[in-house]
């Protein structure tokens, strides 16, 4: 039986969505820097190109090997990150940012799930949405607040 899977919230003090996705970017690199495999989960197919456009250029210090999903099976297993609006991937199950309104039927697959969350309305109901789908699931979700961007 897998371990429950540990999910962190990361409160970001702003609404806009550049200050959200450089928050996901900065959690993508500092699982990379830990040598875990990385799904990210896009709403749709336009926040990951822009997600992964921002995951080039977020910091002129930091590389992290990326590529858009469906990817060939050897492409993906040798790409530390995988974005994706649609199917996960089979091979990346260290870490999975939810950058999504809905929590994903097989969350249970991954190690620790990284909820990014906006500061809009919307997005923090949502939020206690998924947070109260994790602590259903057994799941005890914890929370950051982040200031800034």
Same mark, same amino acid.
């Given at each position: 039986?897998?371990?429950?899977?540990?999910?962190?919230?990361?409160? &970001?003090?702003?609404?806009?969505?550049?200050?959200?996705?450089?928050?996901?970017?900065?959690?993508?690199?500092?699982?990379?820097?830990?040598?875990?495999?990385?799904?990210?989960?896009?709403?749709?197919?336009?926040?990951?190109?822009?997600?992964?456009?921002?995951?080039?250029?977020?910091?002129?210090?930091?590389?992290?090997?990326?590529?858009?999903?469906?990817?060939?099976?050897?492409?993906?297993?040798?790409?530390? &990150?995988?974005?994706?609006?649609?199917?996960?991937?089979?091979?990346?199950?260290?870490?999975?940012?939810?950058?999504?309104?809905?929590?994903?039927?097989?969350?249970?697959?991954?190690?620790?799930?990284?909820? &990014?969350?906006?500061?809009?309305?919307?997005?923090?109901?949502?939020?206690?949405?998924?947070?109260?789908?994790?602590?259903?699931?057994?799941?005890?979700?914890?929370?950051?607040?982040?200031?800034?961007?």
């Amino acid at each position: 039986m897998a371990a429950t899977p540990r999910a962190d919230f990361y409160l &970001v003090s702003a609404s806009d969505e550049r200050t959200r996705l450089r928050t996901a970017c900065r959690l993508a690199e500092k699982a990379y820097d830990q040598g875990l495999s990385v799904t990210v989960l896009a709403r749709n197919p336009a926040e990951a190109t822009a997600f992964d456009e921002m995951l080039w250029t977020f910091s002129d210090r930091a590389f992290v090997p990326h590529g858009l999903c469906p990817a060939e099976a050897t492409v993906a297993e040798a790409t530390p &990150v995988l974005i994706s609006s649609g199917e996960l991937p089979a091979s990346h199950h260290d870490v999975l940012i939810n950058l999504g309104a809905e929590v994903p039927d097989d969350f249970v697959a991954y190690g620790r799930i990284c909820e &990014v969350v906006a500061s809009d309305k919307r997005s923090r109901g949502d939020a206690r949405k998924r947070w109260r789908l994790y602590r259903d699931a057994g799941v005890a979700p914890n929370s950051h607040e982040l200031s800034g961007g």
